[in-house]
């Protein structure tokens, strides 16, 4: 069973396992390079568009691939999900789930929450979206969309758990070159607040700052602008599919810890609220 690879890994929530070598591009993965190149989907037998399910981070690599999306004539978006601790926050961006919900209220699309097993490692993991993917071919869903940039293990890794359902994943932003990515996003408008950073890269300090050009240039040499590496994370409050603004504002942060590969990583987290609730 192919394991979880060590960028996802160092997130506190997403399954451990060993980084063996058998995590490499797969041949499903190469035939998609094609639709990342912005080339038409297609569409069903029916002549009718590619119906798509996107993962959704809240964060803003989500939030361009789903802007790009919309740009689109051949893809139906029909749901996000977002797979989440049980009853808790997202992984990865440890997002309270009501603010997922404000989010995608505002965009006008139905989010499903995706509850990983506690304890359950790689294998809950796999079954947990297994099933998931399961649900989307009985309801005709065509492609899993995901906002991945350059990671190919990551990407590999996703694919793997596709390769057993009439499935197809497609990355939209795949291959866009980070420092080009972080300027489409702020030129487009998007506004978004850093949540959590890898104390390994970042001071904790930077948690709670806004994403913007001050932001980039700040950062130090080797942290990539997209936080491609797991360096950061981003919860978008604004931005071209938004009909409102999500107004948040960060609380008193928390730090996390834990063992991988036999280092010991830390995270450092906002806890990250609406205005409204302040």
Request: charged fraction near 30%; proline fraction near 6%; glycine fraction near 10%.
């Amino acid at each position: 069973m192919t394991a979880p690879p060590s960028h996802l890994e160092r997130d506190e929530y997403f399954p451990r396992g060993n980084h063996g070598s058998d995590v490499t591009r797969s041949d499903a993965v190469e035939s998609a390079d094609r639709f990342e190149r912005r080339e038409p989907l297609g569409h069903t037998d029916g002549g009718q568009p590619v119906r798509v399910a996107v993962a959704w981070s809240g964060g803003k690599d989500a939030a361009l691939a789903l802007h790009r999306l919309r740009e689109r004539e051949d893809a139906e978006i029909v749901e996000l999900f977002t797979t989440a601790t049980a009853d808790g926050p997202t992984t990865m961006h440890r997002i309270p789930r009501g603010l997922i919900e404000r989010q995608v209220e505002v965009l006008g699309v139905p989010v499903r929450f995706v509850d990983l097993p506690g304890g359950g490692g790689n294998e809950g993991y796999r079954a947990t979206m297994d099933d998931l993917f399961a649900d989307y071919e009985r309801r005709g869903i065509d492609r899993v969309v995901y906002g991945d940039l350059r990671l190919e293990d990551v990407r590999a890794y996703r694919e793997s758990m596709l390769a057993d359902r009439d499935l197809d994943g497609w990355w939209p932003l795949w291959g866009t070159d980070t420092a080009d990515l972080a300027r489409e996003f702020l030129a487009a408008g998007f506004e978004a607040t850093v949540v959590c950073v890898d104390g390994d890269a970042l001071d904790r300090s930077v948690v709670g700052r806004n994403y913007d050009e001050a932001f980039l240039d700040s950062l130090p040499e080797g942290v990539d602008p997209a936080g491609e590496n797991g360096e950061f994370h981003t919860f978008v409050r604004d931005g071209p599919p938004f009909a409102a603004p999500v107004p948040v504002t960060c609380g008193e942060g928390t730090t996390h810890e834990r063992e991988v590969d036999g280092e010991t990583v830390r995270l450092h987290y906002c806890d990250l609220v609406a205005l409204d609730e302040t």
